[in-house]
């Protein structure tokens, strides 16, 4: 079964520094959803992509944070610099054509900003 | 703009015992209805969903149904095992595809 892979699974960085993590959606999934889960509370949408465009980055803190798509398959979220309070786990997840089709998470990656 | 209330936690059950979360929303349209569960350092997988009114989800024994006229979509299962801690998250998705979350529901089943 085809799944969504991220790497890496555990980062640890400390305040100031630059830190990327990387997605690899399921093969067909136009549009991709890159999201912040902070510990006791449910995903929050950072950024999401159809092919490469950017569809809707509302919540992403610009200041900070990027995210590419260049080709319209693999993305990269990138902080620069880190804060304390970007201790979280990052999620990606990608969707079929259809809202009604629901979204496939990866595994996700921890990051620990010290 | 759309947003989802689910039962607070946690929740702790004795194996084969009566589980449901409860969960409502408030959408414009008719959105899509989803239950994510996410296992101790996982990240979140598709429970079940369901797409119209009186529409019936299950998977590994949980069910939820589609109500239109209480917003709702409820989770059950009937005998729950200790494989089924994990948190739970209702979710719906509109015609922008994204996805609304619950804050999450953890439980804990005792053997």
């Known amino acids: 079964e085809a799944e969504v892979a991220q790497s890496p699974r555990y980062k640890i960085t400390e305040k100031s520094q630059a830190v990327a993590f990387w997605c690899d959606p399921i093969?067909?999934?136009?549009?991709l959803y890159w999201y912040r889960q902070i510990l006791g509370q449910g995903p929050e949408l950072l950024v999401q992509?159809?092919?490469?465009?950017?569809?809707?980055d509302s919540q992403l803190p610009k200041d900070r944070f990027s995210a590419e798509r260049l080709k319209g398959v693999d993305s990269t979220l990138k902080i620069q610099p880190a804060e304390l309070g970007d201790s979280a786990m990052y999620l990606c997840?990608?969707?079929?054509?259809?809202?009604?089709?629901?979204?496939?998470f990866g595994p996700g990656t921890r990051l620990t900003v010290t | 703009g759309d947003s989802v209330t689910q039962m607070e936690g946690p929740v702790t059950l004795s194996e084969e015992a009566f589980l449901t979360i409860n969960c409502t929303y408030t959408?414009?349209?008719?959105?899509?209805l989803f239950w994510y569960v996410q296992y101790p350092g996982e990240g979140l997988q598709l429970l079940l969903k369901a797409t119209k009114a009186d529409d019936k989800g299950s998977n590994k024994g949980f069910e939820a149904t589609y109500r239109k006229e209480t917003t709702s979509f409820h989770l059950e299962k009937g005998s729950v095992q200790v494989s089924d801690s994990a948190v739970y998250f209702c979710a719906l998705s509109s015609n922008d595809y994204k996805l609304s979350f619950g804050a999450g529901t953890t439980v804990t089943v005792r053997a």
């Open positions: 992509f159809q092919d490469e465009s950017v569809v809707d």
């Open positions: 959408a414009t349209g008719y959105p899509s």
């Open positions: 997840a990608s969707s079929p054509p259809g809202q009604a089709l629901g979204q496939y």
């Open positions: 093969s067909g999934h136009a549009t």
